[in-house]
């Protein structure tokens, strides 16, 4: 059984009618040689064993009278068999199962690895236990849903027993590793829970023993994680990389089947390709995440695959393999040379940015600035379309301003995408930029409309502080190295040109922030689910408040619905 929920239901009368029939068969006496010479009841057996269905295997499993081990006792909270104590057969032993027969167990997949299940009822696994920052299926950072807001468990006592509660709650096997100290990424928010001591029956987390955690009790980078045993599904049989300059990159083969049945490998078309496909594809080989997808890959034909099989890939990016998300029933590409087939390259480690929801919340305040002060913003498409219309220098732009800091949580360092002679220099500003696009910022109404918006270039990508035992390795001094290190963080202060959105032509009232970093996923991440960030907006003309800011996974389901259904505030009174 793949994890606790909805265990099937097991027929032992089957069992028990199995060993009625073993018994008979050993008090029966045995026939040698039978009249004519005709094969022996035995060698009737024997030839019918050879050619049994596959229905009859188990009863014929259960005739042999040759046991390894004789007896198991487990408490039921080891994780694997072999912890165990165990009573082995004597090498010379004569004995076999005295009242006894062969071990049986009924084993059942989790809902993960059912899609094709004829169950009626779809199963489901726990609402309240999620993993983050894994590069395969079955494994990540733990973290618990208390008060519809999502949380991490402290790694204090972490062991196999508390693990393999998680995998069995999230419907996967027992526990592989029980990982301590950040090992699949540092989460964000709360710490819900410390020193989880868990027996290992519990069929939840929130079951077992633990603390009640504080800021000076435990910090993120003791983020406890998780690695579960998975069913083997074969996935990485049906895909492969050629020609690349490690087994890490190359471009992407799928094994297919024509209606003979005969079986060709095949390439994937390039024109829709983006890091999301990318992710599934290196998950998919097992090579951990994905560091580029590539659209064009002239550079790696060193294969005699000419024939495109697949196009219009479309993923989500948490499937297992490819063949699980979104394609073309036939084949359909423009550009259907083998140089514009699909390639990635993979990486055992990725970045992971998010914002800190409550600094711009903190942050957030409105400013009329001077026309004459903004000629370096206006030539770098930071202020509305309106601008242009304005009577330059006279004037003023009403600007929403707020800082914004940028962690990177992840288990590599961020860096731009292009390298440093491809950056362009910015004489207004003193600057290079390294990312044509590195963050949105976008006002909405209730509709989703976009009613205001502005776009921050990377003025430069550095470590402005980190946090205790990390040092910093990018600074935009002197034409340096650009990126954010694991562990540190990048401020853009509130009064930075560009850091805000023109709201000039806005008419008061409810509307929702929305800030998404890294929006074109030009740089690969291991999760891009908490990019974004949105906050309740009410604007009277004249102020500004912000309320609820969180980033985009932070909540629950419920909770995020209940956000976009809010129908704004009614006043600015704070409720006592």
């Not at 606790?4 to 009625?20: A, M, Q």
């Not at 390259?345 to 998010?354: G, R």
Request: net charge positive; hydrophobic share 30%; charged share 25%.
């Amino acid at each position: 059984m793949l994890g606790f929920p909805h265990e099937r239901k097991v027929n032992k009368n089957f069992y028990k009618r199995l060993k009625k029939r073993a018994a008979e068969k050993v008090s029966r006496p045995k026939v040698n040689v039978s009249a004519g010479g005709r094969p022996t009841s035995k060698a009737k057996a024997n030839s019918k064993s050879k050619q049994s269905s596959p229905g009859k295997r188990l009863y014929l499993e259960r005739q042999k009278n040759h046991f390894h081990i004789h007896s198991v006792a487990c408490l039921g909270t080891e994780v694997h068999l072999a912890a165990c104590p165990l009573e082995f057969n004597k090498p010379n032993a004569t004995s076999t199962c005295d009242g006894g027969m062969a071990a049986v167990v009924s084993c059942m997949p989790g809902p993960l690895f059912m899609q094709n299940s004829g169950l009626k009822k779809k199963l489901k696994t726990s609402r309240n236990v999620r993993l983050k920052g894994g590069a395969k299926l079955g494994e990540g950072r733990v973290e618990v849903l208390k008060d519809n807001e999502w949380g991490t468990v402290c790694d204090d006592r972490w062991n196999l027993q508390s693990a393999s509660v998680v995998c069995r709650e999230l419907g996967f096997g027992s526990a592989k590793e029980a990982l301590t100290g950040a090992r699949m990424g540092q989460g964000m928010g709360p710490i819900y829970m410390n020193e989880v001591k868990c027996v290992g029956q519990e069929k939840s987390i929130w079951n077992c023993p633990f603390k009640n955690i504080t800021s000076e009790d435990c910090q993120h980078m003791e983020d406890a994680a998780v690695r579960c045993n998975v069913p083997y599904m074969g996935f990485e049989n049906l895909i492969r990389l050629t020609g690349g300059r490690t087994r890490y990159e190359g471009r992407v083969e799928v094994l297919g089947s024509d209606s003979n049945g005969t079986q060709s490998w095949g390439l994937i078309c390039g024109e829709s390709w983006s890091p999301k496909e990318a992710m599934v594809a290196c998950r998919q080989l097992g090579l951990g995440y994905a560091n580029q997808g590539l659209q064009e890959t002239w550079y790696w034909d060193s294969s005699n695959v000419t024939e495109m099989v697949m196009s219009g890939v479309k993923c989500t990016g948490t499937e297992m393999s490819l063949s699980q998300c979104q394609h073309h029933k036939t084949v359909s590409c423009q550009k259907s040379a083998a140089k514009f087939s699909a390639g990635v390259i993979c990486s055992d480690t990725a970045s992971d940015l998010v914002l800190n929801a409550p600094l711009v919340q903190q942050t957030v305040y409105i400013e009329d600035r001077p026309l004459h002060m903004l000629y370096c913003a206006a030539e770098e498409d930071c202020l509305s379309k309106s601008a242009a219309k304005a009577n330059w220098p006279y004037g003023h732009r009403r600007l929403l301003r707020f800082s914004s800091q940028i962690h990177n949580i992840g288990r590599a360092d961020f860096k731009p995408k292009a390298g440093r002679h491809s950056w362009v220099w910015h004489a207004c500003h003193g600057h290079y930029h390294s990312m044509d696009i590195f963050t949105h910022y976008d006002l909405l109404n209730a509709n989703g409309t976009k009613v205001a918006e502005g776009h921050k270039a990377s003025f430069c990508l550095e470590d402005t502080d980190c946090q205790e035992g990390v040092s910093k390795r990018y600074e935009c001094a002197n034409f340096g190295d650009q990126g954010i290190t694991v562990g540190c963080w990048d401020l853009y202060r509130h009064d930075i040109d560009c850091q805000w959105i023109d709201i000039t032509d806005v008419r008061p009232g409810n509307y929702i922030l929305q800030i998404v970093i890294n929006p074109n996923q030009e740089v690969a991440e291991s999760d891009f689910t908490n990019n974004g960030m949105k906050c309740n907006c009410k604007y009277d003309g004249h102020r500004i408040w912000l309320h609820n800011c969180h980033i985009g996974d932070a909540f629950s389901e419920e909770a995020e619905r209940r956000f976009d259904k809010y129908p704004g505030q009614l006043n600015n009174q704070v409720s006592q």
